[in-house]
């Protein structure tokens, strides 16, 4: 169960300070608790400044800063600032257990300048028991519109689900993506005059139905349904530019999988069009095999 608390990863840096921007105003507007983290690797302070350096002032130094910022920003929000000991991926993950979200900003722009995402990010989103929030240094948006990954799996339609909740709040509508292609060898195939059967198209423009009738808060929300031949990190990514959000579901079947980003979420957060929400959350819902298995 979560806890309603919003956990930001919070190192001084521009990304780290749009990370706490975007995640204060969440909070002020939708209450819950702020819980503003900074991880500070001790070994490591101690390998390079040498063994009796206490970096902790200059740590407290820059959560005060941050404390006096969140007050200014969002007078009043229920917020807690402090420091935990350890590698930041580490560090962060067991500071989000049992939290709703969890923040991380990255310098990463959408004209695809800017430093590298960088690891902090895919790991977080890869692990975290909690939605996670990756930030990047974007306009604000030009469409009030979230954008949402859907498939058949139940892990879209617990992205469903969160892309109806956020776009409640945000007055905004919801873009359902379903993108479906063809190996190479087929597409050959099409290329010599070979058809695509119906029923196949037939199915994958129902994707998005279904997923919609398998989640009661999305039946009634203003979703437009898109479905389109093409690789689903580069639709989500194309569709995401101006956006208010992307959503995308991140974990697969087995113990292996369960530690690792998807495919999808993993190329999107390499090329983010806008901020974006990865839940790892499995919707209470079953696959049929004939679906799964496919």
């Known amino acids: 169960m979560s806890d309603g608390r919003t956990v930001v990863g ?11 921007d975007w995640a204060a105003l969440r909070v002020g507007a939708r209450g819950g608790t702020l819980d503003v983290v900074m991880a500070l690797d001790t070994r490591l302070g101690a390998a390079v400044f040498g063994p009796h350096t206490d970096l902790s002032v ?7 800063q941050a404390r006096a910022h969140v007050a200014s920003l969002v007078p009043g929000v229920s917020a807690e600032f402090r420091w935990v000991d350890g590698p930041p991926a580490g560090a962060l993950l ?10 991380v900003g990255t310098d990463r722009r959408i004209d695809g300048s800017g430093a590298r995402i960088g690891s902090l990010p895919l790991r977080v989103a890869a692990k975290a028991e909690c ?5 990047p240094d974007t306009p604000p948006p030009k469409r009030n519109v979230v954008v949402v990954g859907i498939d058949r799996s139940s892990f879209a339609r617990s992205a469903l689900a969160l892309a109806v909740t956020e776009a409640s709040w945000l007055g905004a509508d919801i873009e359902a993506v379903h993108t479906w292609d063809v190996p190479q060898v087929f597409q ?8 695509l059967d119906k029923d196949f198209l037939a199915r994958e423009q129902t994707v998005v139905a279904d997923a919609i009738a398998d989640v009661p808060i999305a039946r009634e929300a ?4 898109l ?6 990190a580069t639709a989500l990514i194309e569709r995401g530019r101006g956006a208010a959000l992307v959503v995308v579901g991140t974990r697969g079947r087995g113990r292996l999988a369960a530690t690792m980003l998807g495919s999808v979420s993993h190329d999107l957060l ?8 990865v839940t790892p959350k499995e919707y209470a819902f079953v696959v049929p095999e004939t679906v799964a298995d496919s």
């Open 131 to 135: 939605t996670v929030a990756i930030i």
């Open 188 to 195: 050959r195939a099409l290329d010599e005059g070979q058809t």
């Open 222 to 225: 203003p979703i437009t349904p």
């Open 270 to 277: 390499l090329d983010l069009p806008c901020p974006v929400l």
């Open 58 to 64: 200059t740590v407290e130094a820059e959560l005060r």
């Open 10 to 20: 919070f190192d001084g840096t521009a990304s780290a300070w749009r990370a706490l």
């Open 227 to 232: 479905v389109v031949r093409r690789n689903p």
């Open 94 to 103: 067991r500071a989000a257990e049992g939290a709703s979200l969890l923040a």
